[in-house]
C-alpha cells in the first residue's frame, strides 16, 4: 500500500473532479495525502473536496480554474511553484478529446486540444521542477494514453508527446530526485461518460470514454479497465521509477502489437467506436 512518507505529503491533481483524476485523489487522500484539486466546476470541486475531508481526515483545497485560459493556467502555475504548501505530487490529468475529423474541426478547437494536451502539462511539468530539483524529491504524473502509440489524429500525436517528453524527463530528473511517469491507459470506466462534444470546453477526456453507447457496443468487456485499478498499477509503477506505465497486460500486448502493425491497419483499427 502507498505511504504518505514513501511519496509525499501533498498532490495537486488537474481534471481532479471526475474520472481517473477523482480517482488519483482518492488514493492519495487514502495515503494521507493532502490534496490540491484543479478544475473548472467550483461546486463539484467544492463537494468532493468535502467527501474526501470527511473520509480520509486530510486537508483539501480547491483551485477552480479553466486551464484553456491564461488566467487559469497561470493561477495553476503559481500554486504548483507556491513555497508554502509545496506540492510533492503533480498529476497532469487535465484533458479533452475531439468527437470530428482534423479536417473537419475548427483551427481554434485543434490549437485548444494541443495547448491542454501539451502546453498545459509542459508549464506545469516547468514550475514543479522549480522547486523539486533544489530540494531533490518530486514525483510528477502525466497522463497520456494507449492512444499515444498509435495513428489517430491530432489528439494521439498529443499523447505521444507526452509520452515522450515523459520518458526523457524521466531519465534526465530522476538521478536528481525526481520521478516522472507517464500513464497509458485504454478504455476506462468511470462515473464521467458524458458525450463527446464538438465544443472543446464540453468534451471529455477520451479516456474517460465518452458517448459510453456507442463505445459499449463497440468495445468488448475484456478491453475496458476499472479507474481504481489504473490508478493502483500506475502508483505501483511510479514508486518503481518507470517511466511509462500501461496498466493490465492487456493493453502492453496491444501496444507491443501497434508497434508491428502497418500505419494504415493501425489507424483503422483505433477508429472503433467512432
Do not use: C
Request: hydrophobic share 50%; net charge positive.
Amino acid at each position: 500500500m502507498l505511504q504518505r512518507r514513501s511519496i509525499g505529503t501533498r498532490a495537486l491533481i488537474t481534471g481532479a473532479s471526475s474520472g481517473v483524476g477523482a480517482e488519483f485523489a482518492r488514493q492519495l487522500a487514502a495515503a494521507g495525502l493532502d490534496l490540491v484539486l484543479v478544475a473548472r466546476n467550483a461546486a463539484r470541486l467544492e463537494a468532493f473536496a468535502d467527501e474526501l475531508r470527511s473520509a480520509h481526515d486530510v486537508e483539501v483545497e480547491v483551485l477552480p480554474a479553466d486551464l484553456l485560459t491564461k488566467a487559469g493556467v497561470k493561477a495553476a502555475e503559481a500554486r504548483v511553484g507556491a513555497s508554502v504548501g509545496r506540492i510533492d505530487v503533480l498529476v497532469n490529468n487535465a484533458g479533452f478529446g475531439l468527437a470530428r475529423d482534423f479536417d473537419r474541426n475548427s483551427v481554434d478547437d485543434e490549437l485548444e486540444l494541443l495547448t491542454m494536451l501539451v502546453e498545459v502539462p509542459l508549464r506545469l511539468t516547468h514550475a514543479a521542477l522549480a522547486h523539486m530539483l533544489p530540494a531533490g524529491s518530486g514525483t510528477i504524473i502525466n497522463i497520456a494514453s494507449v492512444a499515444g502509440f498509435t495513428p489517430r489524429g491530432t489528439y494521439s500525436a498529443a499523447k505521444a508527446w507526452l509520452l515522450t517528453f515523459s520518458r526523457w524527463a524521466n531519465v534526465a530528473y530522476r538521478r536528481r530526485g525526481v520521478r516522472i511517469t507517464a500513464i497509458a491507459p485504454g478504455f476506462v470506466r468511470t462515473e464521467f461518460h458524458q458525450r463527446l462534444a464538438t465544443d472543446a470546453h464540453a468534451a471529455v477526456a477520451a479516456d474517460e470514454v465518452a458517448r459510453p453507447t456507442q463505445l459499449e457496443r463497440a468495445v468488448p468487456d475484456f478491453m475496458w479497465l476499472a479507474a481504481p485499478d489504473v490508478v493502483r498499477a500506475a502508483l505501483i509503477d511510479t514508486m518503481r521509477g518507470r517511466a511509462v506505465s500501461i496498466p493490465s497486460l492487456r493493453y502492453k500486448l496491444i501496444v507491443a502489437l501497434a508497434r508491428l502493425t502497418p500505419d494504415a491497419l493501425a489507424e483503422r483499427v483505433a477508429r472503433v467506436g467512432r
